[in-house]
Structure formats: C-alpha cells, structure tokens
C-alpha cells in the first residue's frame, strides 16, 4: 500500500546474509571475509543448502526427530553451535517430490540451536564445509507501515445503489479502476479523471468473468475465506477440514481447506489478530470478488449469473503481531505450486534501493545478483514456481509471479519485484499519471490503477468525500472488499498493493478466456501476451503533477512530480479487453493427455475440458491394441484400464475433431497419472 500500506521486508545493513561456501578449513584465514549477519536474522536458525552428493545421506536422517545430519564433519559444527533440530525445509508431499528432488530443493534444511549462540560464527564455521553449498539466514519481515493505519470503510448509508453497470453490486459504481468514463470529480480541482484510465474491464466482461479452474495464491496477510462477496470463489481443498490434525491429501500441511497459514503453522487462516488490517481480503476482492451478486463490489475474474470466477488460495505469510521469516514464504510459494495456482499475488516487497536514505529506512538489494545471494532460498522457491506450476496438459504449463515494484517514490523496483523471472507492477491514479508514492524505472513491466489520496484529498482531511447521490464525488483510492472488527465490510485502499492485484486478475481473466476456447500456452508466452496487449501511455506524462504529501498531516506540503522522469519508467497499462480478444489467436490448442497407469488400474478423463463446446460434443474412443488396455466412453467421460504391460495408442474423436494419445501401462506404477 501506499507507503504505510505495503508489506516490505526490512532489511539489515546490504551485508551478504547468504554466500556460496567454499571448502575453506578453520581456523579463519588472513584475508578471508567471513559471512555478515543481517540485521532482522531470526536468532538461534540457519537455512542451509547441501550439495546434492550428500542426497543419500540426508534423506536417512529426515523423518527422524533428528539433532544431527548425519554427515560427520557437519556433525562436528552442530555438535559445537548445540544444535537442538534439524528439519528439512519444505515436508515430503508424495505427489511431488520427485520434482522438488530436480529442483534441488530437498537439500534445504534449517538447523536451530541456542538462540545465545553468536550467528555469525555459526554462518562462518558451516559455510567453510565443502558438504554445504550455501547459508542464509533466516530473515524476519516485517510490515513496513504502522498497522494504527485503518482503511477507509465505506459506511452502509453511503452505498450508492448501482446504475447502467455491467453487474448489479452496488459498489461497482465508485470501481473506477474497471471503468473508469472519464466522468468522476474529485475534492482537488485539479486532480481529474480521464477516460481509459483503468483496466478495460468492460471490454473484457463481454468476452468472459472467470473461470474456476484459474488459481491464484495471495501471499499476504489471510483473506476472510467466509466473506460474502468472497466465499463461492475460495479455492478449497476437498480433502481436508478445518481445524483437523490430519493430513488428508498427505501434502505435508493439515487442515488447510482454504490454503495455509505459514506463520502458525496451521491450516486455520486468521484474520482478526490485532495488527490485521484486511490487507489480503481487500487485495482478493479485486481479483474475484463475486460479481452480479448484488451486494459489495465486482471483482475483475469474480464470474457472473451463478457461474464461479477465479479461485482465491489463501497463503498467509503476515499475522497480527507475530513475526514471519524467509523460510514461512518460501514455503509458500512452494505450497502453492504443488496445489494448482498458477498466478501467485505478493504486494509486498524489500525497500527499493534507491529509496531516500534521510527517511532512516534500511535498503534493499540494489541488484539482482546481490539479492540472488543474499536470499537464495527465496529464489529457489520462486523459480521452482515459475518452472512447476501449472501442468503442460492444462491451460498453463509454468507460473507467473506477480509483485508490487515498491510505495517508497523511488526511481528503482523493489526486489522480488526485479527479479527478471518476475512481474513488477507500478501504480497509476485515474487520469494515468503515476500514483504520488510508486516505485518506477528500470524492471518495471505494467502499471495498473492504485489510487492517489495525497492526490485527491484536500490537505488536512482525513478521509476522502464518498461518490454522493447524484455520482458526482468518489474518490481516488481503490474499493474493495475489507474486515472491519472481524466483520465483513468493504473500503478503500491505495497503494501499489492495490495496483498489482490488478495485474494478477487481468492474468486470471484471460486465463479463464483461455480455459473456454481450449488455448493452451507456456507461462513466459503468455506473459509476452500481455505485454504486447497492453497499452502505453508515455504521451499522457507531460508537465508537473501537483500532490500533498502525508495530506492528512498538519500542514501537509506541496509536492511536483515532473512527468517527464516517468516516461518509458512505468511499463504498460494491462489491458483486459486487449488481452482477451488475443487470447484465440496465441498459444497452441489443448491436446488430450498421453496416459500411463498400472496393471488392473484406471485412469477417467473428462474430454470436454480438451475441445471447444466440448460439453456439447460427441465422443467415441477407438484403441489400437486391446490387448494392453481397455477403454469406453460415457458422456464426455474417457475411461481406460491396464490389462497387461505394454504400449499402444488411441484415437480420440470428438465431433470432426479427432487426437490421437498414447497409453503407456506398467507391471507396476508409482505415478499413476499424466506423462
């Protein structure tokens, strides 16, 4: 959010807090520089990497209530630090873990010991074993605003009943972030509103709503997963139930039925601790809240008529008072690559690098590879997320993850939103000029509306005027869904929190559209996509942008911003009309699985997800050699059975369409599933 309002991590000093090890024995050589300790280091742990030749070894040792690694020389180290446990990273989940093996991540562990134990002699004594590869520490983050700052909740008698929208939530009137006609007024008279100034929703909306087979994971603080206006679009594992002590589907996490709470280590989301402020609910609303529903606001993949939208997993990675850590996020991402997100949404961020070092904020990582060694594990789990999420038979084959680019009016992104492989979003107001307080310059790939009050509010005043009874008035901040005293409510925020789950439901919508015309593409085709759809707005940066900064502050300062610094800075407006009117004309056709199962098992596939009207379609399935297996056809519903080890192929007709598959069956098979 606007700089109160976005999650960072706060950083010690720019010391390496993880260092490729070498081989290098005690005691310390002359000139050797050893490791440095960040400054918001959890006390008493280390995230350690092995190399992958102690693989065997390692896995011995875990699902023991292990002390020690087994690897004597490593022993040795714990053996003096007192190490009290050591715990690999991320739990086994069955279904995936051969890919978490490729990706190296099973040689994550983290070793706790005494918290009196000085942490730098720790880092030096491990990264000096040749059987280690590389030590982070375990780094708090923390919020960088002041949770005493409560959104602006709108209040029941200044709902405006809803006139000539696309749905009828009442609320969708003051959305003018979905679309914004250029008719809005605002308290400063300076501060205007001008057509196209959003996300093309409207266009959007005649194509498509959402599509629940479209996931996207919120690493934030918890969504209120019971929210009216947010409820029928929650992702929920079937398998599991709230508060159980069991692991249902055996993916290492129990009871999380809407997602997981990362910071309590319980599959209960939390949402009215303390130091809560709605941030996640309000960031979910804007991606599904439920549309056409009569009540609240419009989500941009929220479905509509009764059809679902967008599924919303709840990742909880910030809760109340409680500190959160490296190794909680990380372990969410991973967890939301392995249950079916493909989109994952994180406004929060370090401090940019070239923030204003006279605020007293610590900086983040001012380069990629800095930030690619100081916090390794992070990069890990996200790339194993860009490389693993979603499937190469469904709509995406990889994931893409989506950050907010910083509130700290710098002329550089915030890392993770840097990193190459990820998505660094800015905000704009509703007029296109940048938002006052948003991060911008090289990295940055799109701008998406995040709302300006130092912008549209008189100095002095707290709260902005609400869009009065004739809808002449709103203001310029983004309205969603909220929590007020642990209650459902709705309100407003601005930031580039707000501004980035724009992006991540403008990719969800088009997803969806993908899903009806049966596309299928590569997460870096389809990030190129929307590149190329989305709409720049360099010619509308000319002049000076009058703001007040902190307006609500006494004697609140004029503030200009000179257009010209931010042209060719902030990338591109995503544009959902544009997006999805290129949808059919880009990646490849769905193709029908190849198959492989066992002797005496079955494998059922429903074809229709695999043809466009595939629900309407007729379907038969001819198999080469039925000897090896068998197959019938009931509805839509493909259904195969081994009979004896071997191999032969299938044709699928569907209609005048037809696809052929192959069909592998084993004597035996741990994978029983897609090839």
Avoid at 162 to 169: M, V
Avoid at 225 to 248: C, F, I, Q, R, T
Avoid at 342 to 360: E, F, H, K, R
């Amino acid at each position: 959010m606007k700089k109160k309002l976005l999650y960072a991590i706060m950083l010690g000093a720019l010391t390496v807090s993880c260092v490729k090890m070498e081989q290098s024995p005690l005691p310390q050589q002359p000139n050797e520089i050893l490791p440095s300790v960040a400054e918001n280091a959890a006390k008493g742990e280390l995230l350690v990497k092995f190399a992958p030749e102690m693989s065997d070894i390692l896995d011995q040792t875990f699902g023991k209530s292990a002390t020690r690694s087994g690897i004597p020389s490593v022993d040795e180290i714990l053996e003096i630090l007192g190490a009290y446990s050591f715990e690999r990273v991320f739990p086994v989940d069955p279904e995936n873990e051969a890919r978490t093996r490729e990706a190296g991540l099973h040689l994550w562990y983290t070793v706790h010991f005494d918290e009196n134990t000085n942490l730098e002699e720790a880092m030096a004594r491990i990264s000096r074993l040749g059987e280690v590869s590389n030590v982070n520490c375990n780094s708090t983050i923390k919020r960088s605003y002041s949770t005493e700052s409560k959104p602006v909740v709108v209040e029941a008698g200044k709902v405006v009943a809803n006139s000539g929208n696309r749905f009828n939530d009442p609320l969708l009137s003051s959305q003018w972030h979905y679309v914004n006609k250029g008719s809005y007024s605002f308290e400063q008279p300076w501060a205007k509103a001008i057509a196209g100034s959003d996300v093309n929703c409207a266009e959007a909306w005649e194509m498509c709503t959402g599509n629940p087979e479209i996931i996207v994971a919120i690493l934030d603080e918890g969504v209120m997963y019971n929210h009216p206006d947010l409820k029928d679009n929650m992702w929920v594992n079937e398998g599991e139930e709230l508060y159980s002590e069991e692991d249902a589907d055996h993916n290492g996490y129990k009871g999380d039925k809407y997602g997981y709470n990362f910071v309590k280590n319980s599959g209960v989301i939390s949402v009215a601790g303390f130091e809560n402020t709605g941030h996640g609910t309000h960031v979910a609303g804007t991606i599904a809240a439920v549309n056409d529903n009569g009540i609240g606001v419009s989500g941009i993949a929220g479905g509509a008529k009764g059809k679902p939208g967008v599924r919303i997993m709840s990742c909880q990675i910030f809760d109340g008072n409680m500190l959160s850590t490296l190794l909680m996020e990380a372990r969410a991402i991973k967890y939301a690559a392995d249950n079916g997100a493909v989109i994952l949404q994180c406004s929060w961020g370090y401090m940019s690098a070239n923030s204003d070092p006279l605020t007293g904020a610590v900086l983040g990582p001012k380069t990629e590879e800095e930030w690619a060694k100081t916090y390794t594990l992070e990069k890990d789990a996200l790339d194993y997320f860009i490389q693993n999420a979603g499937s190469p038979n469904g709509v995406m084959d990889g994931g893409i993850p989506i950050f907010a680019s910083g509130n700290e009016y710098a002329s550089l992104p915030s890392f993770p939103s840097a990193y190459s492989k990820c998505i660094a979003v800015s905000a704009i107001s509703a007029d296109y000029t940048p938002a006052s307080y948003t991060n911008y310059g090289p990295g940055v790939d799109f701008s998406a509306p995040g709302g300006d009050k130092d912008y549209y509010t008189k100095p002095g005043t707290e709260n902005p005027t609400f869009i009065d009874q004739n809808d002449n008035k709103t203001q310029g901040s983004i309205c969603s869904t909220l929590i007020l005293d642990g209650e459902p409510a709705y309100g407003y925020f601005d930031g580039t929190s707000m501004a980035c789950p724009h992006v991540s439901g403008v990719a969800a919508l088009g997803l969806s559209y993908a899903v009806e015309l049966r596309r299928h593409f590569k997460a870096e085709e389809y990030v190129q996509l929307m590149r190329k759809t989305a709409r720049s707005f360099d010619d509308k940066l000319k002049g000076k942008k009058l703001y007040y900064m902190n307006h609500a502050s006494p004697g609140a300062s004029p503030t200009k911003m000179d257009m010209n610094l931010y042209r060719g800075q902030m990338g591109k407006l995503v544009d959902a009309g544009n997006l999805l009117k290129a949808i059919g004309g880009h990646g490849s056709e769905m193709k029908v699985p190849n198959l492989t199962l066992a002797v005496e098992k079955e494998q059922h596939i429903d074809l229709a997800r695999y043809f466009v009207g595939g629900e309407k379609l007729s379907y038969s399935c001819a198999i080469a050699d039925q000897s090896v297996v068998s197959g019938s056809v009931d509805g839509t519903v493909l259904s195969v059975k081994g009979i004896c080890a071997g191999f032969t192929t299938a044709v699928i007709k569907a209609g005048a369409k037809e696809q052929t598959i192959h069909i592998t069956v084993r004597s035996a098979s741990n994978d029983n599933g897609w090839l």
